[in-house]
């Protein structure tokens, strides 16, 4: 078992796309764009990184359509925005491992962005490399339980090539070593299986608590500052959040 579920987090997520889908949109669709000009094909068939992006939007119900025009748009000869990957990592308070990745159009703008939100709620930006060292990178698979029996779903998992499984009340989560990820996701699909969230992430090995409910509230609106900004496309970090905070 992983040990350390990502439910809390990704149902924040989940709640937040909810309540504001075109931002959730917009950075699915900074995704899909990359993936179709770094992967050199329009063809998700050809291009393992569009793929994934294709899943993952399918996951935050991206419809079909927006999906296809955000590809197409891509692969023509118009003019596009360039967007770069940089990642930044830093400590926010209590010592909580965070790692921020971006696809910005304007690397001055993105970063003075970042570390304004790292400073205004006591964390502090580092350099690269600061904290990565924590973190695994894994294919994470969340499945929402329903009707669904854990024997069966731990069975097809671990028999699509999963390396973890684990289950809560709510969710099953299926963790994959990141070379696995695609053909995990793919079989599962074939089976009928849909998921909650289907993406690469950065696990921590260990996690840090906060008891000083000031704190705890600093910490979340660092993250949610971070999380709202559009050149940010995930956070990543090691506060083990009690589940209601998250809910407030």
Known sequence: MSGHSKWNNIKRKKEKADGAKAKIFTKIGRELTVAVKEGGSADPNANSRLK????????????????????KRAAGDGAADNYEDIRYEGYGPCGVAVIVETLTD??????????????????????????????????????????????????????????DFSADEDVFEIVTEPADFSAVREELEKQGYTFVSAELEMVPDTTVSIDDPEVVVKMQKMLELLEDNDDVQNVWHNWDAPEEDDEE
């Open 52 to 71: 994934d992006c294709i899943a993952k939007a399918k996951a935050a119900n991206v419809p079909n359509d927006n999906i296809e025009r955000i590809i």
């Open 106 to 163: 304007n690397r001055n703008r993105t970063a003075a962005d970042v570390r304004h939100a790292f400073d205004k709620y006591g964390g502090n930006l580092g350099t690269t490399g600061c904290v990565s060292f924590m973190f695994k990178q894994k294919g994470v698979i969340v499945v929402e339980r329903e009707e669904l029996e854990e024997e069966d779903v731990m069975f097809a998992a671990l028999e699509a090539g999963a390396s």
